[in-house]
């Protein structure tokens, strides 16, 4: 079993930055796809950005394209978002996930089996 702890939530100011960081239990973590989600009050769950096994393969959702960027460090099994030019409506739970497979030809059919519990990013305006 795979657990993930996020971390690195808080306040942000509109225009600044945050970076989330998501550390896995297991060395298994180098083999699998990552993806960090969000969930806004009143909203949907939003896929926002996802990551291969090896790092090769990022993709994002265009709410976040060119602001935030994923990246992982397999040997300290922990995945990052860094979050630029924070927008109020950035304000969300951000939760990373970890699927067993290790990339995705197309990110939306990925299964993600292994949750962090979520940590909340405010942006003041």
């Known amino acids: 079993q795979v657990q993930l702890v996020e971390s690195g939530g808080g306040l942000g100011q509109a225009g600044g930055s945050l970076r989330l960081s998501c550390t896995a239990s297991l060395r298994v973590f180098r083999n699998n796809a990552m993806g960090w989600f969000r969930r806004s009050p009143g909203k949907e769950r939003e896929f926002i950005a996802a990551?291969?096994?090896?790092?090769?393969?990022?993709w994002y959702a265009d709410s976040v394209k060119g602001r935030f960027t994923v990246s992982r460090d397999n040997a300290k099994r922990t995945g990052y978002l860094q979050m630029n030019n924070l927008k109020p409506e950035d304000t969300a739970i951000y939760y990373c996930a970890a699927s067993r497979r290790r990339s995705g030809n197309n990110w939306s059919e990925v299964t993600w089996d292994y949750w962090g519990q979520g940590t909340q990013v405010t942006v003041s305006s």
């Open positions: 990551i291969s096994w090896s790092g090769e393969s990022v």
